[in-house]
Every structure is written in C-alpha cells, then in structure tokens.
C-alpha cells in the first residue's frame, strides 16, 4: 500500500512554461511535507518543505500548496528552466521532521529549451 | 566544508558476497539515514542511527541487513549473502540534533549502486 501517490510520472514542458506535480497521502498523522530535486547520479536535495499549518509556501520559483481536507499537496515551478530537468519527489513523515520520510516515486520533469 | 560522503560509489559483488557500504555524515550531524531506491521507485527508508545507537530499523529486511554507527568513523550498511534484489542505490543521509526533535532537513550523499551479478 503506497502511502503517498504522486503524479504525473513524467512531464515535458517548454521553458517559460509552469510545471505541476501533485501528491496526494493517505496517513492524517503526517505532519511535514517537503519536496526533493535529484539529479542523474545524484542525490536528492531538499527544495522546500511545508507544515499542515499552512497552506501555501513559496521560495523563489517554486510554490507548495497544500489542502489538508483533501489530504493533497502539490509542487509548482513557475519559468520553468532547461536546468530545472529533474526529477521531483514529494515525501512526508508523522514526526515532525525528517527521520523517517515516506516518499513518493517521482516526477522525472523535462523542460525543453 | 564536505557534504555526506558515501563510498564505494559503485560496487558489483555475485551472489553470495558480501556488501560494506560506507558513509560518513556532514559535519557536526549525529544522526545517519539510509535508504534504499530500486530503479523507478522512490526512495525506502531502512535505518535512522545516531552514534553507537539504532534509533529506528523498522524500514531494514530482517536477514542479511546490518547497520552500526560507531563512536568512531563512519557509519556501515552491510549486506550479507547478496542477492540480485539487492541490486539497488543505497543512499546515506545526515542531520543534526536539536533539542527534542530532530531538525527537518537531511542531506544526502551521492549513494552507492550495488549490482549484483
């Protein structure tokens, strides 16, 4: 039973363009949300994170929004980059951080130049 | 100022061997993360260790799987008698402790990819 369901599985999209990832979970004691970046070969990094007092967090180019009724959060990456060809994980834990993440299976986004 | 380091890089080992992977956390972080990412999965979590302790192996398979953080040098993740669904990366991360609750960010390292043969 997969815990946090994440889609589209891939997405191209043209430079300029707005990218979407959606998550959606299933565990009501999830407590922090954050999405990961991972490049071929390397490991994923953390982009932005949110907490179900919130409901939407924005860090330069890149918004989480989150519906805790609906139990969904989504990534969005305004001027999406050539650079930004990745692949995207959502992820959550129910203890407050990080030590035992449940993670999606990824997002691999390609943005065309 | 290193990130987590994590080595070998690459490893092959048949069936039947042994696999050491290794990972030294960033500095000043006490508490080691490893998880596992089998290709087009996102990543299991398997341990979550602090020095000379095993905070949380609730995510490794019960045979065969092994992790220590020693009071000195990096922690290990050991797979005895490997199988080819071991084949997998195998990724290290660290954070440090804050008060009561550990803070949210890891770092990861750059993973080991085991492939057996």
């Known amino acids: 039973q997969q815990q946090v369901k994440q889609s589209p599985q891939s997405l191209i999209v043209q ?9 959606a979970y299933e565990n009501t004691a999830f407590d922090y949300f954050p999405w990961y970046q991972q490049f071929p070969g390397k ?5 932005i994170a949110i907490r ?20 969904q959060f989504s990534l969005h990456i305004m001027d999406s980059q050539p650079g930004d060809s990745a692949t995207y994980f959502c992820a959550a834990s129910s203890q407050g951080g990080s030590e035992k993440l449940v993670f999606g299976k990824g997002m691999k986004l390609t943005v065309n130049p | 100022n290193a990130g987590v380091m994590q080595n070998p890089r690459h490893l092959v080992r048949r069936r039947g061997q042994e696999a050491r992977l290794r990972c030294s956390p960033m500095k000043g972080h006490s508490h080691v993360y490893w998880y596992r990412q ?19 192996e609730s995510g490794m398979p019960k045979e065969r799987f092994s992790a220590e953080f020693p009071k000195e040098g990096p922690s290990i993740l050991r797979i005895q008698q490997v199988v080819r669904g071991d084949s997998a990366a195998y990724f290290c991360a660290s954070s440090f402790f804050k008060g009561t609750a550990t803070v949210g960010e890891l770092f990861f390292g750059e993973g080991s990819r085991l492939t057996v043969l």
């Open chain 1, 43 to 47: 490991g994923p990094a953390l982009l």
């Open chain 1, 15 to 23: 430079k300029g363009g707005i990218s979407i990832i959606n998550c």
């Open chain 1, 52 to 71: 179900p007092d919130v409901s939407e967090k924005k860090e330069g180019r890149f918004t989480i929004s989150f519906n805790k009724s609906a139990k």
């Open chain 2, 38 to 56: 089998l290709p087009e999965e996102g990543l299991k979590f398997m341990v979550y260790l602090q020095k000379e302790n095993i905070i949380d």
